[in-house]
T-cell receptor
Framework: GENVEQHPSTLSVQEGDSAVIKCTYS??????FPWYKQELGKRPQLIID?????GEKKDQRIAVTLNKTAKHFSLHITETQPEDSAVYFC??????????????FGKGTKLSVIP | NAGVTQTPKFQVLKTGQSMTLQCAQD?????MYWYRQDPGMGLRLIYY???????DKGEVPNGYNVSRLNKREFSLRLESAAPSQTSVYFC????????????FGDGTRLSIL
């Protein structure tokens, strides 16, 4: 089945700086890559997603890039603010094994934005 | 998040007890999922229901059973709880079982002593 690796596991940045989180995936047939933000004690919330027919997508301060050849995708947050502090998860829709499909998640990145 | 309602929000069980976690939706989505979240492990799929009347195993199904009661409701049952099942459980929905966004409920925090 699909394997998603996420790095780094923790990231600290100064307010106003940029943050980059990277993920790699193993299933070349994976075609959908969402990113979730989870604040402490809350549910994961979808913040941006990208499909395999697109190389980059932006939404205000957030952007995601996808390199299908290298099988990696990244989340970019510019002009970080304290409210961006949270755990971020990448995911990939691909093979779950035994002919099934599923969303496979990375293990998360704890982002801390220092005022 | 009125779209996905999970009950209960918190529960403490003793080893060997059974319980059912409930998930109900008002978004008219076809596909529903149960995940567990453990520290440092991300979210792992337990079971899913691609559509009403169907259920399938995910990545970590052992020790669990599910029921898709109707289009709105998808329950997760622990028949004989074990300490290893201490976790936060999330229900999620998507319009269809495909490469679509999944929307999560607020979770159930379950502790097994």
């Amino acid at each position: 089945g699909e394997n998603v690796e996420q790095h780094p596991s923790t990231l600290s940045v100064q307010e106003g700086d940029s943050a980059v989180i990277k993920c790699t995936y193993s299933d070349s047939a994976s075609n959908y890559f969402p990113w979730y933000k989870q604040e402490l004690g809350k549910r994961p919330q979808l913040i941006i997603d990208i499909r395999s027919n697109v190389g980059e997508k932006k939404d205000q301060r957030i952007a995601v890039t996808l390199n299908k050849t290298a099988k990696h995708f990244s989340l970019h947050i510019t002009e970080t603010q304290p409210e961006d502090s949270a755990v971020y998860f990448c995911a990939a829709w691909g093979s779950g094994g035994a002919g099934s499909y599923q969303l496979t998640f990375g293990k998360g990145t704890k982002l801390s934005v220092i005022p | 998040n009125a779209g996905v309602t999970q009950t209960p929000k918190f529960q403490v069980l003793k080893t060997g007890q059974s319980m059912t976690l409930q998930c109900a939706q008002d978004m008219n989505h076809n596909s529903m999922y149960w995940y567990r979240q453990d520290p440092g492990m991300g979210l792992r799929l337990i079971y899913y229901s691609a559509s009403e009347g169907t259920t399938d195993k995910g990545e970590v199904p052992n020790g669990y059973n599910v029921s898709r009661l109707n289009k709105r409701e998808f329950s997760l049952r622990l028949e004989s709880a074990a300490p290893s099942q201490t976790s936060v459980y999330f229900c999620a929905l998507s319009v269809e079982f495909s490469n679509q966004p999944q929307h999560f409920g607020d979770g159930t925090r379950l502790s097994i002593l």
